[in-house]
């Protein structure tokens, strides 16, 4: 099916202009002024934006996490995205202890089978270089997985020690990958969290306080100089606190590989919410922990001056009905996580875009360009242009949307901006030219989203379908 779109406002990291779109066979194949096409399909987008669709580089479906199972699975997770304007996200696939890194692989992909709603690629979480060998790992960037995450939190859990994050990070120089760190102390929290415990503390506040933000800052720091000997390349995900932030500003200074992304709820959300009455807190235990509001602006300032570099949401949500309220009575068994994807553009454009924060290719840059070029998914995704993945969202900027769980498409039962009106919201939303929202209606099937086979590191995705 061709499409023509015409006289939007085309934003993309780097061009604001107004013109016409004509896609074909899932492909962008035209930009101009009055295209002189036919096309089987006709939008007018005369006052609103054209932006490439968002990516998102950080989520959990159909995870097993804290003696339960992520609420949102493959379907309702992209269904959540696709409603928000993502229309490409990389989830992270587990490594079962003991077992092989493509096994892990494998069973990411049977999860989203049949059920995609988006486009989609996997990261794998390394736990046990053991049970999966070096070699199994060498592997996966031929299998289009191109990015290694270590935690250096959740001991006995997940957590990977000093000499497995510096033997992973070599590899990822080696093979074309980008080495991922989830910075926190492990060791250090796990002692806090247990004299807590013992001492009766046991409500969601102490979430936070058991993960200080120095613990924070003093792993991600190591991680950075340990990438560094290991001449890896290393992203920094979810930053939360100022201490991240000048660890990784130092390192960009230096002009070392090293890059760094912040979620939306850290911009947001500050750790007063915790102490909400009764077991209110617990919808805002995740980890590394929301803040003190200090570091809210410090947060805003980094995104736009490039100190971070992306935006995700690290969705990984849990229904407090019955998910959440495994630690009622002890914060340190509340399943971390919280739901997202839906609402990230929303809330980066309102805040940022609509209050002077970002300019538009700012938030088009953290929101969806800068992870295509990070993640092997530039120049197919992350923009618009001759040859990329029609992947677009027509953008109302006057459009008021008023964010409620009793509206939102995840299968979590809260949401953490509830209530909150927003100025700006999405209108159409295509995957490769496939309509896959229109007027807040899912007009697509379940099977649409395919999986993306990302380059290797520092290298281009060539378009499939470039003319």
């Known amino acids: 099916m061709s499409v023509l779109i015409e006289g939007g406002r085309i934003i993309t990291a780097a061009d604001d202009y107004v013109a016409d779109v004509f896609i074909e066979d899932e492909t962008i194949t035209q930009i101009g002024v009055a295209l002189d096409v036919a096309a089987d399909r006709v939008i007018d987008a005369s006052g609103k934006y054209v932006l490439p669709g968002c990516i998102d580089p950080h989520t959990h479906f159909d995870m097993p996490f804290g003696g339960t199972i992520t609420a949102d699975d493959f379907q309702s997770g992209q269904t959540s995205c696709a409603f928000g304007g993502t229309t490409c996200h990389i989830d992270f696939a587990n490594q079962t202890r003991g077992k092989s890194f493509s096994s892990g692989i494998e069973d990411w992909h049977a999860k989203a089978d049949g059920k995609a709603m988006i486009d989609y690629g996997f990261h794998i979480i390394v736990v046990d270089v053991d049970g999966g ?13 191109t990015s290694y995450k270590m935690l250096m939190a959740y001991k006995n859990v997940l957590l990977v020690d000093d000499q497995t994050l510096f033997r992973v990070m070599e590899l ?50 190591r991680a950075i100089q340990i990438a560094h ?6 992203y920094v995900v979810h930053v939360t606190c100022e201490e991240s932030v000048d660890a990784i500003a130092r390192a960009r200074a230096k002009n070392w590989p090293v890059w760094g992304e912040t979620c939306t709820q850290y911009l947001f959300v500050d750790d007063t919410y915790l102490d909400r009455p009764g077991f209110e807190g617990a919808k805002a235990v995740f980890s590394p922990p929301v803040r003190d509001k200090r570091n809210q602006p410090i947060l805003w300032d980094a995104v736009r001056d490039d100190r971070l570099s992306a935006i995700s949401t690290d969705h990984c949500s849990f229904r407090m009905s019955d998910q959440k309220t495994l630690g009622r009575d002890n914060f340190a068994l509340i399943p971390n996580g919280a739901p997202g994807v839906e609402d990230r553009l929303l809330m980066i454009h309102h805040f940022g875009v609509n209050e002077g924060r970002i300019s538009l290719n700012r938030m088009v840059e953290l929101l969806s360009t800068n992870a295509a070029k990070l993640f092997g998914l530039y120049p197919r995704k992350g923009t ?37 009106t927003v100025t700006g919201a999405p209108e159409i939303v295509m995957l490769r030219g496939n309509v896959l929202v229109e007027d807040g209606e899912l007009v697509a099937s379940p099977g649409i989203g395919q999986f993306v086979k990302r380059a290797r590191f520092g290298e281009e995705l060539k378009p499939a379908r470039a003319t």
């Open 133 to 145: 060998t070096l070699e199994d790992l060498a592997t996966l960037p031929d299998q289009g997985v």
């Open 384 to 420: 618009i242009a001759p040859g990329s993945d029609a992947d677009i969202v027509i953008f109302d900027p006057e459009k008021e949307h008023t964010i409620s769980a009793k509206t939102h498409h995840s299968a979590a039962d809260y949401n953490l901006y509830e209530g909150t």
């Open 172 to 221: 990822a120089r080696d093979t074309g990958a980008l080495a991922m760190i989830h910075g926190e102390n492990g060791e250090v929290i796990d002692l806090l969290v247990r004299r807590a415990v013992e001492q009766g503390n046991l409500d969601p506040s102490w979430h936070a306080k058991t993960r200080p933000a120095e613990l924070e800052g003093e792993a991600t720091n």
């Open 229 to 234: 000997v290991a001449g890896c390349p290393l």
